[in-house]
């Protein structure tokens, strides 16, 4: 069964850094991989969708990474900003299964 | 482009009744997923429909069900309900299987 992990859960850093997120998942067999952002009580936003022939996208400061073969994805976030504190999910469709797998998020604060 | 719509947004019940939520998708999406997020076991996929056709189910117990329509809307219903079914249930629709998901914003069941 695809399990996917993000590392760390919680991240604090004052505005303006360059930040990486991580999410692993242990079945290299999928269609994608998405991320999203959710804030406090809504719901998803879709950030970047890599498909598993792709090895990056990017969408303004946001760059996400995959490597497939190690099962890693980064999302790369540049001169963060205080409207990015959300908590950021990775999941992944299952080639197998066509099933999606969310990890648990990491929950980012940009300090002023 | 209207987005995902999702009612009602927020429903209490009491344990033992059964409830049915509904999911809009985006104009032109034929692809609606739902999903249960909760504290303890984060998101967690419940099932994918496309033209009408239930394509993946997650593994959650029968009074989970749901449908399409012909005109891609969706509902899920919860029979028999537990103190456990209370959580954020998000609906997230796509062109086609393998597309970007965009999200509505959840419908909050709470289960007394």
């Known amino acids: 069964k695809q399990e996917v992990t993000q590392i760390p859960a919680a991240l604090s850093v004052p505005e303006g850094e360059n930040l990486v997120l991580n999410c692993s998942f242990t079945?290299?067999?999928?269609?994608?991989l998405q991320w999203f952002r959710q804030d406090p009580g809504k719901g998803l936003t879709s950030l970047l969708l890599i498909q598993s022939s792709q090895r990056e996208q990017t969408s303004g400061r946001l760059n996400a990474s995959l490597d497939k073969s190690s099962g890693r994805s980064t999302l790369y976030i540049a001169a963060s900003q205080p409207g990015d504190s959300a908590t950021y999910l990775c999941a992944v469709e299952d080639y197998n299964f066509n099933k999606f797998y969310f990890g648990s998020g990491t929950k980012l604060n940009v300090k002023p | 482009k209207a987005g995902v719509t999702q009612t009602p947004r927020y429903l209490i019940k009491t344990r033992g009744q059964q409830v049915t939520l509904s999911c809009s998708p985006i104009s032109g999406h034929r692809s609606v997923s739902w999903y249960q997020q909760t504290p303890g076991q984060g998101l967690q996929f419940l099932f994918e429909y496309f033209s009408e056709t239930q394509r993946n189910k997650g593994n959650f117990p029968g009074r989970f069900s749901g449908r399409q329509f012909s005109n891609s809307r969706s509902e899920m219903n919860v029979s028999t309900l537990e103190l456990g079914d209370s959580a954020l249930y998000l609906c997230?629709?796509?062109?086609?299987?393998?597309?970007?998901?965009?999200f509505g914003p959840g419908t909050r069941l709470t289960v007394l």
């Open positions: 997230a629709s796509s062109l086609s299987p393998q597309d970007t998901q965009y």
């Open positions: 079945d290299s067999a999928i269609y994608n």
